[in-house]
């Protein structure tokens, strides 16, 4: 098995049918994420586990990774970065699906944060429908660009602490606004008290919209 980028991976026992792709946050690594599957992972036994590090260290976390580097405040700079990113995850989707012999509508993209922002961009600009994109924390980098380069109406989860100070929630509305003016199903909620974070509502919340999809 060779992937482009470093991946925990968490089999099934039974057939593989499914797989979800978890890209973790800014500074955070695949094992991080991967603890989203301690739960999912009971109720979806047709499903892989894909948890792939960055392809770059962090900036600010050597220890970390990140999908592109924030330490320059320039949104052209980010974009540009970003882009680099969704062309290294698409090749590495496209490994995945050689791999497990998986479609692409088969594939749920989620991600926490910088993670989410990737799911959303990869998702919606690939050419084929994922089977569902849902992201904790994040936000669309750059709508103009992205309504550019739109290719498919992937069904979209957004889910967001209203407490983030990270990561406004208003980036929530702003995207669930987008994504309606675009004509994408989007389905969205505000998680109380809950900062820059993944509680267990939030967990259990995507892991039911997964459970409707898959």
């Given at each position: 098995?060779?992937f ?17 792709i ?49 330490t ?81 109406p ?40 809950c ?20």
């Amino acid at each position: 098995m060779t992937f482009c980028l470093n991946t925990k991976i968490i089999k099934p026992e039974e057939e593989i049918k499914n797989a979800i792709i978890l890209l973790h946050g800014y500074g955070g690594d695949g094992n991080d994420i991967s603890m989203l599957t301690l739960n999912w992972k009971r109720h979806l036994p047709n499903t892989v586990f894909i948890c792939p590090d960055g392809h770059e260290k962090c900036e600010i976390n050597p220890v970390g990774f990140q999908w592109f580097d924030l330490t320059k405040d320039d949104p052209k700079y980010i974009l540009q970065e970003s882009k680099k990113a969704e062309d290294v995850l698409k090749k590495f989707i496209s490994e995945v699906k050689e791999e497990f012999n998986l479609a692409t509508d088969k594939i749920c993209l989620s991600g926490f944060s910088q993670g989410c922002m990737m799911s959303l961009n990869v998702g919606l600009t690939s050419e084929e429908k994922f089977n569902s994109i849902v992201g904790f924390s994040g936000k669309i980098i750059n709508q103009i660009d992205l309504k550019e380069r739109l290719k498919n109406p992937t069904e979209v989860f957004l889910i967001h602490g209203e407490l983030d100070d990270i990561v406004s929630p208003t980036f929530l509305l702003e995207a669930k606004d987008f994504l309606m003016r675009e004509k994408i199903n989007i389905e969205s909620h505000l998680v109380k008290n809950c900062g820059h974070h993944i509680p267990i509502e939030a967990s259990s919340l995507a892991l039911n919209y997964i459970l409707k999809k898959i």
